[in-house]
């Protein structure tokens, strides 16, 4: 169980039923030292209760939803409904939902404030169960105009594309009435895919959520780290009720494993954990941060990524000449980054006349760059770096794979793009990268396998059709036997479903710097127009998934997309926990989002000598940055805290994001930087004083600048031994 000391001051915070009358005959109550949960039946209604006495109203009170398309027929709410208290710590309820048979199960949490609902669904049939859609969780009566609570999504308040999931009752009703998109999708427009049906039905997605109405707070954490599972909220009309919790069909129809439920199987939905506290959203962040750092969603003690170098800006993603890479590793060094990173252009091409660089082939071009183990030699003697290499999955018809690994469609034509889930390429895949690891490189990204829809070769070793989970469990199992081979080797993980632009699996499935199939999550594509990406409030949601996890990022950005005070060099310092950048001359002009600023040769001098005076910064103070607390000061997004546990202080960020100098008064409590009144620590970067328990910042900023103010630091050393 996870202690919680935030939470230590909550008392009397419970789920209980207050005030009825005597239950009905089939009525059990489930009670802790914080949480009550009673639950009756009235017939094909399950009645529940959430409530707190010492919270304002219910959380949820009436009929627990049960709806399905089960083998083409509706059905709605259970049959032969047994509710039972098989011990002290758990409350069971049993019944029927068509032919299915299902089992629901309540655990109550030690030393927390709530409880776990676990859910499975069983097939007594002796045949196939086809599940087209299933919708179950708590109702909560809604007075959209007055209800005083609001839904926030958890762990991304503010989305990847600038939009806000934070909700007031009338405002999430309005948007599932109308006939727009309701969650942010990143279906590549060239996919074949079906509808999603959380779209189709209504459902806003996340990962998880809070209700709440500032003060008194339900989180609902969903977590599933077998199939891809994500919290709903919808709205039924007709009895004006939101329904939160439980489970749901959502994407895809996931978790697609229980789409299908093969005779005499049980199929088990993640749990939901319900917990109660005080506060607002972000105590509740706080919360959902804990319980991933206990499934293993954080950081580890030697946990020290190298900053990195990325050749793409200057070079391209074509066949570079060695001399420019050369070029690039001196550029490298200058600057202060300690791994450099190649982009595509490291691969065989398919042929002398075709240089596309999106191969996926893995294999290194030693005519042109020398065996890859003299380059990392290279690296490491002359210029003091590690390398790093980009890698991709989706590749067209270019000679380099067998014909046989290609997708096949149903009619079993042969479609130009590889099958991820086909056996033989996965296995071949690991050989080619694994040489790779051997030859002594520390990095590689995994890019480009978005999901584009089932395979039916029937040859390939997968279920035909094949299904998301397939296609992620290859992509991710060659990243997980090479991580178990090659111990030293850091991989980033773009999402398996949709690569780029906004997240299709949750941000934690399959991660996990120990035990995990991967290290690192994409900063999604904020590398080509960082500072634009800032201004668009785009980047912001990098300042919610960090108070939500310790997870870690990798991000690489373009300098020329930054202005003269580094503002997306630091926004990124901050907010990603490995960083690379490169673009000294942006001769190569990627710019797939619009061009960016033209800077004279004088310019482009100016903006590396202020990187390299920024990573002198930033290399006394990495260890706050990349091993320490983030701490958010009073939900602001342009406050940023940086802690370390074992040292008083702290690194404040603080960005001043309009196009005008600002002075700004930030208060921030001492216990936050575990210090006590009366002394007061030195600070550098703004005026400082005690005000009681906090300490009182006066911060002077240019236009669409930050600072970096120093709270009683110093140096904090690297963790010991070779940084990953």
């Known amino acids: 169980m996870i202690a919680r000391n935030h ?47 010492g919270m304002m109203g219910d959380f949820a009170v009436g009929p627990y939803v049960w709806k399905a398309m089960i083998d083409g027929a509706d059905c709605n709410g259970l049959t032969s409904v047994q509710v039972k208290l098989p011990g002290n710590q758990t409350l069971l309820l049993t019944g029927k939902l068509g032919p299915l048979e299902v089992e629901q199960r309540f655990t109550l949490l030690e030393n927390s404030n709530g409880f776990a609902e676990a859910i499975s669904l069983r097939n007594p049939t002796g045949k196939d169960i086809a599940i087209d859609d299933i919708r179950a969780g708590f109702s909560r009566q809604l007075t959209p105009a007055t209800d005083p609570y609001r839904l926030v999504a958890v762990p991304y308040r503010r989305q990847a594309d600038g939009s806000m999931q934070d909700y007031s009752m009338s405002s999430m009703v309005a948007l599932i009435q109308g006939g727009g998109k309701i969650n942010p999708t990143c279906e590549p427009a060239w996919s074949p895919c079906a509808p999603l049906v959380d779209e189709q039905q209504r459902r806003l997605r996340s990962e998880s959520w809070i209700l709440t109405d500032g003060t008194n707070s339900l989180l609902v954490l969903k977590y599933n780290n077998k199939a891809v599972e994500h919290s709903a909220v919808n709205w039924i009309a007709d009895s004006n009720r939101l329904v939160f919790g439980g489970c749901a069909f959502v994407l895809h129809r996931e978790p697609v494993q229980a789409n299908r439920i093969k005779p005499g199987e049980t199929f088990c939905f993640g749990a939901t954990r319900y917990e109660f506290y005080r506060g ?66 490291w691969q065989v091409p398919v042929s002398d006349t075709n240089a596309d660089p999106l191969l996926g082939s893995a294999l290194w071009d030693e005519k042109r760059l020398g065996p890859v183990a003299d ?108 991580r178990q081979q090659h111990p030293d080797l850091r991989i980033e993980m773009h999402d398996g479903v949709w690569p780029w632009g906004c997240r299709y699996l949750p941000s934690y499935f399959h991660q996990g710097l120990q035990g995990g199939d991967y290290d690192e999550n994409w900063a999604y594509e904020f590398m080509w127009n960082s500072i634009g990406d ?20 990798y991000l690489h950005f373009n300098m020329h997309a930054d202005n003269d005070h580094c503002l997306a ?12 950048f490169g673009g000294r001359t942006h001769a190569a002009h990627m710019e797939p989002h619009g061009p960016l600023a033209v800077l004279t040769p004088e310019q482009q001098q100016k903006r590396f000598d202020q990187y390299k005076e920024a990573m002198i910064v930033y290399n006394r103070l990495k260890r706050y940055f990349t091993h320490g607390q983030f701490i958010g000061i009073g939900g602001d997004e342009t406050l940023q805290l940086h802690t370390l546990p074992d040292r008083p202080g702290g690194v404040l960020m603080v960005f001043n994001l309009s196009d005008k100098p600002a002075t700004r008064t930030v208060r921030v409590p001492l216990d936050k930087l575990n210090l006590k009144p009366p002394v007061l620590p030195a600070v550098t970067g703004a005026a400082a004083s005690l ?34």
Not at 569 to 580: C, K, N, P, Y
Request: proline residues 6%.
């Open 7 to 53: 939470l230590q001051q909550t008392i009397g915070i419970a789920l209980c039923l207050l005030t009825l009358p005597a239950l009905p005959a089939m009525a059990e109550s489930l009670s802790g030292r914080q949480a009550t949960l009673s639950l009756s039946v009235e017939g094909k209604e399950v009645q529940a209760r959430l409530s707190s006495p």
């Open 280 to 345: 607002g959203w972000p105590e509740g962040y706080s919360i959902y941060k804990a319980f991933m750092n206990s499934q293993g969603h954080g950081l580890t003690a030697d946990y020290n990524p190298q900053v990195q170098w990325e050749i793409l800006f200057d070079l391209g993603d074509r066949r570079w000449p060695r001399a420019g890479v050369l070029d690039q590793a001196a550029l490298a060094k200058a600057v202060g980054c300690s791994r450099i990173y190649f982009d595509p252009g």
């Open 375 to 482: 380059m990392v030699s290279l690296m490491k003697n002359s210029y003091g770096l590690e390398l790093g290499l980009w890698t991709a999955s989706r590749v067209g018809n270019d000679g380099q794979w067998p014909q046989e690994y290609y997708r096949q469609a149903a009619s079993l034509q042969s479609l130009n793009e590889l099958c991820m889930s086909d056996v033989r390429w996965r296995d071949e895949r690991f050989r080619r990268l694994s040489k790779l690891a051997d030859a002594g490189v520390k990095f590689l990204m995994f890019d480009f396998h978005g999901w584009n829809g089932p395979c039916y070769a029937a040859d390939h070793g997968h279920p035909v059709p094949s299904t998301t989970i397939d296609h992620i469990a290859s992509i991710y199992g060659v990243a997980r036997k090479l």
């Open 534 to 553: 800032i201004r668009s409030g785009k980047a912001m949601c990098l300042y919610y998934y960090n108070l939500a996890y310790d997870l870690p990022m």
């Open 569 to 580: 060099f630091w926004w990124m310092a901050s907010t990603v926990r490995h960083i690379g």
């Open 691 to 724: 005000a009681g328990n906090e300490l009182l910042l006066q911060v002077e900023l240019g236009p669409e600048s930050p600072a970096i103010i120093e709270i009683g630091t110093n140096s904090a050393p690297a963790p010991e031994g070779a940084g990953r």
